[in-house]
């Protein structure tokens, strides 16, 4: 698994702890781990109006090009 970008590796967390990276781990699996970044869409996907449009559509016989 890669690292997280941002984010210190368990052995970084122990040493600044004074703890084993095990230990670290033990807390992080109980309490939940680290929380992840927010979710950023890209710019490329479709909007929740645009695959709305594309699906009625698409139910209506039309296809994609005529759509889109």
Known sequence: MAP???VPALSEIGRAL???AGSVHGVLA???GIE???RVCSNRALRLS???????GLG???NF????
């Open 30 to 32: 109980v309490t939940g």
């Open 4 to 6: 997280l970008e941002g």
């Open 36 to 38: 992840p970044r927010a």
């Open 50 to 56: 645009d695959r709305e449009e594309i699906s009625r």
């Open 65 to 68: 090009r005529h759509i889109y």
């Open 60 to 62: 209506q016989g039309f």
């Open 18 to 20: 004074n703890k084993h």
